[in-house]
């Protein structure tokens, strides 16, 4: 069976079914792009006279905006951790949130000075793994002012975050992922 068999076969499965076939739209996002809506980020959270003590960027795919966003030309905060956490398998399918290296209860201690707190992300697609971070943070940090940055936010999302550059319901590719084309080469 070719590709056009199997997907023809499953159109036909779906309809008998009464399911809707979906199409799913890829924007790809180029590092130019993504530079942009970091800027339009920085440009909210300054205008709502945010001022992050701390940064948190979510692994991995929070980790270029957070680089951007905590950096010289835009929050100049030098004060920037990592959480890796996951909401997707090997397969790259939605699943079961994996904490992918702990927090010590030292490094959450250490936290503890910080009053105001900046989580970003690339997208809040699900919002599974923000929702548990901020949950997380607010169960052990409740003192501190704890906001949210994503460069995307789709309405699904079971978070709503504080600020986010744009809104979409396309699947998104960022730059710094393996399906990204370089140079029309996959």
Known sequence: MNSFQIISALLVTCAMQGIAAQTVTKTYVS???AHELCNDLHSQIVQDNFAPD?????SRGGLVPLGFIAGDGMLNNKQVRIIGISSYNINGEQSSLNLLF???DE???QWR????????????????SLNWV???LRDHLPEADIRTAVLFYKQSSMIMPDYYAAETADWIVFPWEN????????
């Open 31 to 33: 590092a130019h792009r």
């Open 54 to 58: 701390l940064i948190i960027g979510l």
């Open 102 to 104: 702990p927090v010590s």
């Open 107 to 109: 490094e959450l201690a």
């Open 113 to 128: 000075q910080y009053k105001t707190i900046l989580i970003v992300d690339d997208i809040a697609d699900s919002g599974k």
């Open 134 to 136: 901020v949950s997380f």
């Open 179 to 186: 399906q990204f084309p370089v140079c029309g080469v996959r």
